[in-house]
């Protein structure tokens, strides 16, 4: 038998410290909850992403009775594919308001997100992920680095 240790490298900031483009995207993500439609869960998610020709798309969370809903992070991905197909996503910020508040600790999207973004990043494209909290931000390098025994012969 042999072991295998996986690492994930996050990266813990506070608002301030991140640069402007950073801010931005979270400051839409923030604001993109205000969009959700969450009845059942009253978890708001949104989303913000910056493609590389310089355009945003924002996305919230879309629940429905039947549980076959989206969530924000994969409508603003969707949104942004459809309209600008095959132009690489530079980055990503996640946000979750809930209990009359954003989550304390930043909240990591769904495997279904994970996977989604994952097949965004082919022909060796990292997409920066920003995972905002109310206070702490984490950035990771890639969606690579959530799901290192992720689906990738594709």
Request: proline share 5%; net charge negative.
């Amino acid at each position: 038998m042999t072991e295998k240790k996986i690492t994930t490298k996050v990266r813990v900031y506070s608002y301030n410290e991140l640069t402007e483009e950073q801010k931005n995207l979270v400051d839409l993500a923030r604001e993109a909850t205000t969009h959700a439609y969450s009845p059942y869960s009253n978890f708001k998610v949104g989303a913000a992403l910056k493609l590389d020709n310089g355009e945003i798309f924002i996305g919230a969370n879309q629940e429905n009775a039947a549980f076959a809903g989206i969530c924000g992070e994969r409508a603003a991905l969707y949104a942004a594919g459809a309209k600008f197909p095959g132009i690489p996503v530079k980055a990503v910020a996640i946000t979750s308001f809930t209990r009359g508040e954003f989550v304390v600790e930043p909240t990591a999207p769904c495997g279904v997100c994970r996977q989604a973004f994952l097949e965004f990043e082919k022909n060796g494209h990292p997409i920066e992920l920003i995972l905002a909290g109310k206070e702490k931000i984490y950035i990771l390098d890639s969606f690579q680095a959530t799901m290192p025994l992720s689906f990738t012969d594709f």
